[in-house]
């Protein structure tokens, strides 16, 4: 007890100090980067975070808000039956003129009066994508198991994969994409809600007890959806629930998708819904069972309902093998179907159809009016720009911003360093008393460069109190930043987010309503967009010259990846006016 006393103290001690130097330029987080577990000491707590999050989730995927939902055009054919199932190929017209596809597996026998319950069936990296038929993954196999089992299945297509081939799988990296939140992430998320959509509208479906299980790539799609997506009662990501490991490809690393959080906690978000997690000895997830499981289980039992996620390890290569797919029945069985004997799901052998009778689009072409990639990237850049609404929040999220609730300081003189507890960060500046409120006056070239300006002189003159700061990787803040490190922006913050959060946390430091915020040339932008969404009053004085908020302009001049989908400068002004 008195070692854990101790250790809390040099805890406390750590937060409370502000760093030599600044953490968000040492060792950026990455997807090969070792996490370890936030230990949330109450459901409350947890609650709040878990909705924070859902909400940077939906933000990165480019879905905050949602767009609105056009009638999916469902068209179901090429029936196959087999003895106790069919399959049919199904095409979904997600968003006008985009078309998602996969197979649709069914039992044959009349559904009960409550329906049958149903499972969303989203692929990884395999070569055959939905189709992919080996020792490792048989995904027809195990969806023609769950179809016998009594569940009806919608197998679909990741991007770029099979037939939904109107964007290429790996896309969204360009900086325009990047501000725009467009990119096989994006896509692929909304695609599995509008697939949810799909299958609880179904004859013979029960809303009620609606599933998602992958592997890989399908695991991380399994995870974000049922994040963000309460219809999902229970979940089986297989290979992919890790903290050492987070994704290689784009299709799931959107930028900002993981600040601060990573695929253990995201995994969590389903508690305290039934979820097995499966892992293997050979690839990323081989500490599940003292690392993985153990961090997950204790936020299930934040509810009291520890027993409603397991974990499943193998001594086997990345896989959602035979063994794996049992354990899946078995587990949903339990959960699901109320059958607690796991004998009882055994796989069967399953006839694997021919790829052309499984293909939506063998010897037919997409409906007429497809949209070619071009065309898609500018519907989502027009039905963005027509939302409105929210843009203090929206701003928010794709910046990142936090309105902290305490903010360090060590003061020497006239010279002053400012941080966060527990973030690392520093924020040099200098610091005039004075009479208030206070003045704040942000620079591109920092604090020194910022007191030689005539706005300075007056505020000097007229005996205002007034704060100049180094923002990030400014004057005596600058530094070098690794950005080679794999996904940098999916971990960590721009530059220029990072300088519009300095701006914030030197307002909250100042501590008065109505603080002048005065910025020059670059700086002007980013004290726009902080005045923007910080949630008191601000007397904003920044000339933003020709700064109309053109996606060059962004690139040039403020990156910050999902600030158009944002609203961009519209929203800024749209929040500033509502003051």
Not at 29 to 46: G, I, K, Y
Not at 207 to 229: F, K, V, W, Y
Not at 484 to 489: E, P, Q, S
Request: aromatic share 8%; net charge neutral.
């Amino acid at each position: 007890m008195r070692f854990a006393i101790i250790l809390l103290f040099a805890f406390c001690a750590a937060q409370a100090q502000i760093p030599a130097q600044d953490a968000r330029n040492i060792d950026p987080p990455n997807t090969d980067t070792h996490f370890r577990p936030v230990v949330h000491t109450s459901l409350a707590e947890w609650e709040a975070r878990k909705q924070h999050l859902r909400r940077q989730i939906l933000s990165a995927a480019g879905l905050m808000p949602m767009f609105p939902k056009s009638d999916l055009h469902a068209q179901i054919f090429g029936r196959i039956e087999n003895r106790d199932y069919s399959i049919e190929k199904a095409l979904l017209e997600t968003l006008p003129g985009y078309y998602l596809a996969g197979n649709l597996y069914r039992p044959l026998k009349p559904a009960p009066a409550s329906g049958y319950p149903a499972v969303l069936s989203p692929h990884g990296h395999w070569t055959y994508g939905r189709l992919e038929n080996t020792n490792i993954n048989s995904i027809p196999t195990r969806c023609i198991n769950l179809a016998r089992q009594g569940y009806v299945v919608f197998s679909y297509d990741m991007v770029g994969y099979n037939d939904t081939i109107q964007t290429p799988h790996d896309f969204g990296d360009k900086p325009v994409e990047e501000l725009w939140d467009f990119g096989p992430l994006q896509l692929q998320t909304w695609n599995s809600i509008r697939a949810l959509d799909f299958i609880e509208t179904l004859a013979g479906v029960d809303p009620r007890r609606i599933g998602i299980t992958g592997a890989s790539g399908g695991a991380t799609q399994t995870m974000i959806l049922d994040a963000i997506d309460d219809r999902i009662q229970f979940a089986a990501p297989a290979n992919m629930v890790s903290f050492i490991m987070q994704g290689g490809s784009l299709c799931e690393n959107a930028p900002n998708l993981r600040l601060g959080t990573n695929n253990v906690e995201i995994a969590a978000m389903i508690a305290p819904k039934p979820m097995l997690m499966m892992a293997a000895t050979e690839d990323w997830t081989r500490h599940m069972m003292e690392e993985e499981l153990p961090a997950v289980r204790a936020i299930y039992a934040l509810y009291g309902k520890p027993e409603n996620v397991e974990a499943k390890l193998l001594d086997a290569p990345h896989n959602y093998n035979k063994e794996n797919r049992e354990a899946m029945y078995a587990f949903f069985g339990k959960h699901v179907l109320g059958i607690a004997d796991a004998s009882k799901f055994s796989e069967k052998p399953a006839r694997i159809e021919k790829l052309e009778d499984m293909l939506a689009l063998h010897n037919r072409t997409l409906p007429a009016g497809a949209l070619t990639f071009e065309q898609l990237f500018a519907e989502w850049q027009g039905m963005s720009k027509e939302q409105t609404g929210n843009e203090r929040e929206r701003l928010t999220y794709a910046l990142a911003a936090e309105w902290p609730e305490r903010v360090l300081s060590e003061t020497q003189g006239d010279r002053v360093v400012l941080g966060r507890p527990g973030k690392g960060d520093r924020i040099p500046g200098v610091w005039f008393r004075g009479a208030n409120p206070p003045a704040l006056i942000v620079h591109p070239d920092g604090a020194a460069a910022a007191l030689q300006t005539p706005e300075a002189a007056v505020l000097r003159r007229d005996g205002r109190a007034l704060l100049a700061i180094d923002a990030f990787r400014t004057g005596s803040a600058v530094a070098p930043r690794n950005r080679d490190v794999k996904m940098f922006l999916t971990f960590n913050k721009s530059d220029d987010a990072e300088r519009v959060q300095d701006i914030l946390t030197a307002l909250v430091w100042l501590k008065a309503p109505n603080t002048r915020l005065v910025c020059s040339g670059k700086a002007a932008i980013w004290c726009t967009f902080a005045a923007a969404v910080a949630p008191q009053p601000v007397d904003l004085r920044a000339d933003l010259g020709g700064f109309t908020g053109t996606d060059q302009q962004f690139i040039d001049g403020f990156f910050v990846p999902g600030i158009q989908r944002a609203g961009g400068l519209r929203a800024a002004k749209a929040s500033l006016a509502q003051r």
